[in-house]
């Protein structure tokens, strides 16, 4: 059984309308990505006389929040860097979820849209300038074999 590390995790992330098509690889900013997770959304199915609860899956699944960070780099353009990718959040009705894709190495694919709910750049006394960004899936979520 082969084992994965950090240097085996690829990040890509559409890219904003009006900078550079396609996707951008950003993770040569990111040092800390929450879990990738699924959820079957779950409703009670049990009924009086039960001693324990019972949960029936209701057909639809969701993507979980996740933060994602790293260490700040301010020469970072709307082409790649996480300032120009993360800092206009989805605040809108009309935003457009951006495709992202996670390779955790040997063909394991995380795919989703996502949308950018939160972005900070935090500062601290004696430490290095970090950002994080909170982002959510919307729509299918899935685990494939290959980047498409």
């Known amino acids: 059984m082969s084992k994965y590390g950090s ?9 904003l309308p009006g900078t550079s098509t396609g996707s951008v ?3 040569q900013y990111v040092d800390e990505l929450g879990g990738l997770k699924i959820t079957s959304i779950m409703e009670p199915s049990h009924s009086f006389g039960d001693s324990w609860e019972e949960q029936t899956p209701v057909g639809m699944s969701r993507g979980e929040p996740f933060d994602i960070g790293g260490l700040y780099d301010n020469t970072a353009s709307s082409d790649g860097g996480p300032h120009g990718v993360f800092k206009d959040i989805d605040n809108g009705t009309t935003d457009d979820g951006r495709g ?4 955790f190495g040997g ?3 995380w795919h989703s849209d996502v949308r950018v709910a939160s972005y900070e750049v935090l500062g601290a006394n004696g430490k290095l300038t970090r950002w994080r960004a909170n982002l959510i899936p919307t729509g299918t979520v899935s685990w494939t074999t290959s980047t498409s």
């Open 7 to 15: 240097s085996s995790v690829a990040i890509y992330i559409e890219n």
């Open 25 to 27: 690889n950003i993770s």
């Open 100 to 103: 992202m894709v996670v390779n």
């Open 107 to 109: 063909g394991a694919f």
